[in-house]
Each structure stands twice: as structure tokens, then as C-alpha cells.
């Protein structure tokens, strides 16, 4: 369900000639949710009201505690409350039944107990026939900033889009988390039935990190493009993962750090 993920407060506003003004100002909202599993807490994250049932889908889903749509009978939504309930005989795995803690709205899962499981739990992408051409890669930010309505009003929210290959827009969703905007639009594509997502794209609005290259291979999307920096752990499991990774997506140049064979370089 979406809700607005913006509030108005009164602010006091310096101008460029020293006079000062006094005027409401679009804020984003950052509010808790928790993620509950049946009666069982299992994470809360700080997001952006709105899409909560498709961010605690797609939570589940990028910490592979759930792969099909079937094995969740019924997800309801609260006061900043998600609870799901696993279809009949779906039973969590010990090594998915943690409580994850508070998630940070700018890191998501910091501190991970183990990257080695999560690579274990997560297989590569398998050979992908998927192939982006330049001129369709370098036309994708202008599209996505044209879908994000609240960072317009707020210049404080962050943007993940699935794109197919050739360039159009499938699912666009916005957090003050980019972690949680990434598994907002995979929530929603994995309770359409969507996934595997291996011949679409997902392009971020900020930089491009570990727990983002994560999401994705849990979704199976073989690309992966951000606007800004990616880092090294994120580079690292991108080459380990079979995913394409692209980073300073800022037309008309970009960088790609791993497995270049998804885009064609040549010209038309």
C-alpha cells in the first residue's frame, strides 16, 4: 500500500542577500517497521512509510528466507508492522531464523555474521544471454529521476528501478533507504511471480554496495547499475557472482567493473 512518505515542517530559511524567511519545507519521513514472521520479530528497518508489505517481501526474499511465492500464505500490514505467515509446512531455516536487529536506513544490515553464508545461501547468476547496448544503458537515469516524484519534493530519498533490456521501466520504488528501495521494487516483483528477474536490469540512485550486489542475486538480476561509486566488497562479490556491475552511470560516460560481456560496446 502506498502511503506518503513526506511531511511538511516549518523551517527557518537563509537567503542568498542575508535576509531570512520562514516557509514549510517537504521533508522525508523515517519511521520504524518491524518484520515479524508469524508471532516471531525478525528485523526492524528504518524506511519510508509506503509499499511496507512489498519491503518485508522483498526483505525475505534477499536474505533467501524465502525464494517462491508460494511459501507465503498471507502478509499483513499494521501501525509500522509487517507480519507474514508462511504457508503451511514452509519452515524457517536456523540459519534464517535470527533476529536481524534494527536496520539503519543508511546501511542496511551492517556487520554481517557471515558473507561466506550469504554467498553459500545465494548461488551465482547462472550463464545469462542478457546484452544492454550504450545507448539504452546511458538512457535509464534520465528515465528513473523522471519516476521519482518524492526525491523532487524532498531531495532526500533514494530510487531503485528494474528495467527490461531494452530500457523500459518495470517497477520503480523510492526509500530513504536504498537498500529498502531495492527491495521494495523486488518485494513487488516477487509477489507479482515475477522472479527469476534474469533479463531485467536494477539501476540505483546512490552508490552501489555489498548488501545491494546481494539483493539483486537474490532476485537473479544479472545487471546491476548505480550513479555513483560502487565499493570494493560490492565489486569483489559482483565478478564472484556472475553480475554485471556498473557504477558512475552519469551519461554520456560510466564505469563497468565486472563481467563487461552484458554490454555492447560497439555502435549501431
Known sequence: ???????SQKIIRRKPDGELEYLPDDLTIEDPLEIRIGRRALATTMRTPGHDEELAAGFLVSEAIVRKRQEIAKIAS??????????????????SARRFGTISSSCGICGKESIDAIRQNLPA????????????????????????????????IHAAGIFDSIGELKIVREDIGRHNAVDKAIGRAFLDGLLPLNRHLLLVSGRASFEIMQKALAA????????????TLAVSFARESNQTLIGFLRPPSFNVYSHIERVILEGK
Open 78 to 95: 499494521g501501525r509500522n508492522t509487517v507480519i507474514i505467515n508462511l504457508a503451511a509446512g514452509v519452515k524457517l531455516k536456523l540459519n
Open 220 to 231: 537473479g538480476i544479472p545487471i546491476v547499475a548505480a550513479v555513483s561509486a560502487p565499493s
Open 1 to 7: 500500500m502506498k502511503q506518503s512518505g513526506i511531511d
Open 125 to 156: 547468476i547462472r550463464s545469462s544471454n542478457i546484452r544492454i547496448d550504450i545507448d539504452t544503458l546511458l538512457s535509464l537515469p534520465a528515465v528513473l529521476r523522471k519516476q521519482q516524484g518524492d526525491f523532487a519534493r524532498t531531495g532526500g
